[in-house]
């Protein structure tokens, strides 16, 4: 790229011409208004003009090209390593004065990229700058407004509330399984489909159908509900719903609900 530049390929300026300020390589290439389709663009060429660049300049997206030893760097993105062949794509369109195509679909016109060259240095992630919580706060002593304190309390409520449900719907489910300690047992692991979990105790003849009453039992939501059992991997549906946990393979296993 910077070979390139040198040769004359590239349009380079040295931004202290209008700022007096530091310079430095920067590139602000061939560009693209764009149309409505992938071919209806018209290509724009940089002019010679001083005066006509420095107007053209206050269109322009500047993009900041970091290289490092390992890789380079936009603006301040991740760090992207040079043999990647999209990074290279990327920079071979550079090098050919054009807009690479990830900065073109940003729906921009014309760029200019500047480039930093650290070639000579590692790359080190630099940590996000601390930012101060911004809401707003409550001293220590102060009267808690009164919809905060009504909507904690209910929140608080109906979170109980629905454990304690539950607790009581799993014993209700444990009782009607009728678990015969006498007879081989077997843990299930169950997952269901809103991402809680259950975990039951099973005798090894108990079927298929067997564990669907249970999480509806369970779980009285998924009564009304249409929903598959599946196992986890390899991922198969248990559509034999008369077929016991030991023939189907169940025995300490873990299974899924996945809702039709």
Excluded at 166 to 172: H, L, S
Aim: glycine residues 8%; aromatic residues 6%; negative net charge.
């Amino acid at each position: 790229i910077f070979r390139s530049a040198q040769q004359g390929n590239l349009e380079t300026f040295d931004p202290s011409d209008e700022s007096g300020g530091s310079s430095c390589s920067l590139y602000a290439g061939t560009g693209y208004r764009l149309g409505q389709t992938e071919d209806d663009h018209q290509e724009v060429t940089p002019r010679g003009s001083r005066t006509a660049a420095a107007a053209g300049r206050q269109n322009l997206e500047i993009v900041t090209l970091t290289l490092w030893r390992q890789g380079f760097v936009i603006n301040d993105g991740e760090l992207r390593l040079y043999e990647d062949p999209a990074n290279r794509e990327f920079f071979e369109s550079i090098t050919r004065g054009e807009i690479p195509e990830e900065l073109r679909s940003k729906g921009q016109s014309m760029f200019r990229v500047d480039l930093k060259d650290n070639r000579h240095e590692e790359y080190v992630k630099r940590s996000k700058p601390f930012k101060a919580f911004g809401g707003s706060g409550q001293t220590l002593g102060s009267p808690v407004p009164p919809m905060a304190a009504a909507s904690s309390s209910s929140s608080t409520t109906s979170s109980s509330s629905a454990s304690g449900n539950n607790e009581d719907n799993e014993k209700r489910a444990s009782e009607e399984l009728a678990l015969d300690s006498s007879q081989p047992t077997t843990m299930l692991q169950i997952r269901l489909a809103d991402g809680s979990r259950l975990s039951a105790r099973f005798n090894q003849t108990h079927t298929v159908d067997h564990v669907r009453r249970y999480i509806v039992n369970a779980r009285p939501q998924y009564g009304a509900q249409n929903f598959a059992l599946m196992t986890t991997f390899p991922s198969k549906e248990l559509s034999d719903g008369a077929q016991s946990l030991k023939d189907a393979g169940l025995l300490n296993a873990a299974i899924m609900q996945r809702l039709n």
